[in-house]
């Protein structure tokens, strides 16, 4: 089966549209982002084909996670049945991308007040690079390489450079990755370094890097890994069709998921929109969007200054006013959990549209909630990063304000892993005044001082 794509602005009334090979990442006339759209329809049958692909026999474009789906991300147009065909297009390290699903964890359903078999949580840290990036970079690198790319870049708080590092190792090709000075985790550097990408780091923080990469997009041609890439967000997009196939396409009522850059709350919104369009679900689960206290603008917008899509006609003045207050009194984006430290998201309007789309909110976490919250996934044995843990304080906000009513069912999403900044977890357990820390005992080098504390 061959599928015809192409890229569209996401305004309606410009809908300006450019071919697959074009290096965009904004619309010529109007300057806003752009989408991967498909000609085709894929039948539903394709569902059993599917769960068949898990048994993968060594095909490692089955065993993969997100190109198990190729026939919904199919913007290559690869015979997806043609084994010497695909494989020759598509990207994967090994096969080993996007091999997560939901899973019940009981303390966690405890913490945050629901009953165990009604929240799932999904894994993204347990990805070969340790966080959901790499669902994406599968298919932004299939993107560059049918592009003939030689380099590509990106700014990063650091788990899209590590991911985007390891692709670009396996492909040949070269990385840049702009930094903000010190604001860049101890594994997601080493990662970074050590899969040998050129490291450019900027005296300033995230959004300083990002502004860098987008001008020297324009500048120079290089071709953006971001997830201002809708390529990129392609790939994304399958963390959705993993739990629903785990469910059974049992609809869940809530996903829940931190929110940075916003490429999440982008690429999940598109999942259900097609998966609705092409008839394949009947039900759109709704979303909420986790931002950290501290890098706040997308709940300030749209819960607190009522900006929304609507209908692509989306309130502008209200957001280049925020924008121009946060640069006059000088705030920067402030938390812990790095990986959402972001002030101004790429994706602000397809998130927008997103939330529309599927009847979503956006809540906020204190540091000190996600902290406490990470602990929590700790004490089950799996642990996640920081940012992770803004999806547990989510759902524990709102089911206590009964916005999440006790019957529904919930799947949290758990972005990356937990040693990609284990400096924050053992800074945690080291103050015993934190709620959950588990501080190591010092004790004298002899028998009678460790018998005494057993
Ligand atoms: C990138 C990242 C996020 C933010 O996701 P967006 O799609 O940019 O909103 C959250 N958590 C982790 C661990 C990340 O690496
Ligand atoms: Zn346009």
Not at 114 to 133: A, I, V, Y
Not at 263 to 288: C, H, V
Request: glycine letters at 8%; one cysteine or more.
């Amino acid at each position: 089966m061959k599928a015809k794509a192409f890229q569209q602005c996401i305004i309606p009334s410009c809908g300006e549209t450019y071919d697959l090979h074009a290096l965009r990442t904004a619309c010529e006339k109007c300057g806003n982002l752009m989408d991967v759209r498909y000609a085709s329809k894929p039948s539903p049958t394709l569902k059993e084909v599917f769960d068949e692909r898990r048994n993968h026999r060594g095909d490692i474009f089955n065993e993969s996670g997100v190109w198990r789906f190729r026939e919904l991300i199919n913007f290559p147009g690869v015979d997806c049945d043609d084994y010497d065909a695909y494989s020759n297009i598509l990207v994967s390290l090994d096969g080993a991308e996007g091999r997560t699903k939901p899973f019940h964890l009981t303390r966690v359903a405890e913490y945050v007040g629901m009953r165990s078999e009604n929240l799932w949580l999904q894994f993204e840290g347990d990805n070969p690079t340790g966080s959901f990036k790499d669902n994406g970079m599968a298919t932004a690198f299939t993107h560059a390489k049918m592009l003939g790319v030689k380099r590509v870049a990106c700014a990063s708080t650091g788990n899209t450079s590590s991911s985007a590092a390891a692709f670009a190792a396996n492909e040949g090709i070269e990385a840049i990755v702009f930094m903000g000075e010190g604001k860049i985790a101890q594994g997601k550097l080493a990662q970074t370094l050590d899969y040998g990408a050129r490291v450019i780091q900027i005296r300033g923080d995230f959004d300083d890097a990002m502004k860098w990469v987008k001008e020297l997009v324009t500048r120079k041609g290089l071709y953006v890994v971001n997830s201002l890439n809708a390529f990129r967000l392609e790939g994304q997009k399958t963390m959705m069709y993993r739990l629903l196939a785990y469910l059974k396409w049992r609809m869940p009522d809530w996903i829940v998921f931190p929110g940075g850059n916003l490429g999440n709350t982008s690429a999940f919104g598109k999942a259900f929109k097609e998966l609705y369009d092409w008839g394949w679900i009947k039900k759109k689960p709704r979303m909420a969007v986790v931002n950290a206290e501290g890098a706040n603008t997308f709940y300030k917008l749209f819960t607190e200054l009522g900006v929304t899509w609507n209908g692509g006609r989306v309130d502008d003045d209200i957001i280049d006013s925020y924008y121009t207050d946060l640069e006059q009194q000088g705030r920067k984006a402030k938390t812990k959990a790095s990986a959402i430290e972001i002030l101004q998201p790429v994706n602000l309007k397809k998130a927008l549209r997103t939330l529309e789309y599927t009847d979503g909110v956006v809540v906020q976490a204190s540091d000190k909630e996600m902290l406490d919250a990470r602990a929590i996934v700790g004490r089950n044995g799996f642990g996640c990063e920081l940012a992770s843990a803004a999806t547990i304080a989510g759902i524990k906000q709102l089911v206590s304000e009964e916005r999440i009513q006790p019957d529904e069912t919930v799947v949290g999403i758990l972005t990356g892993h937990m040693l990609k900044d284990p400096d924050t977890i053992i800074q945690y357990h080291l103050s015993p005044g934190n709620t959950f820390s588990n501080t190591p005992h010092v004790v004298a080098n002899d028998l009678q001082s460790i018998l005494a504390i057993l």
